[in-house]
């Protein structure tokens, strides 16, 4: 059973920068893309970043481009989301996810991804 343990979310003012983590257990993700979504409040679940495996390749949404960036640590079996020039719109459950190993191509779809975390809350004050 693959477990997903998001981490460092809080209360930041805007322009400032937070550090998020996800840290796999159960079995190794390193062959898994991953990605980023959020949840603002009463909004759906929304797409951040995705990237591959080899972390070759990156995806990020328009309104978080320039700003986020994802990585990842296959050692360690961590996934990565440094956010910089944060914007009150930015206030969100945070939530990391993996899709199958089948699937090698970055994805923007919630529904692609079969394994969730349990989020964390990122506050941005204005």
């Known amino acids: 059973q693959v477990q997903l343990v998001e981490s460092g979310g809080g209360l930041v003012q805007a322009g400032g920068s937070l550090s998020l983590s996800c840290a796999a257990s159960?079995?190794?993700?390193?062959?898994?893309?991953m990605g980023w979504f959020r949840q603002p409040p009463g909004k759906e679940r929304e797409f951040v970043a995705s990237i591959t495996w080899s972390a070759r390749n990156t995806d990020y949404a328009d309104s978080v481009k320039g700003r986020f960036t994802i990585s990842r640590d296959n050692a360690k079996n961590t996934l990565y989301l440094q956010m910089a020039s944060l914007k009150p719109e930015d206030t969100a459950v945070y939530y990391c996810a993996a899709r199958p190993t089948s699937w090698a191509a970055t994805s923007r779809h919630r529904n692609d991804y079969d394994y969730w975390g349990q989020g964390t809350q990122v506050t941005v004050s204005s």
């Open positions: 159960g079995r190794t993700l390193s062959r898994n893309v």
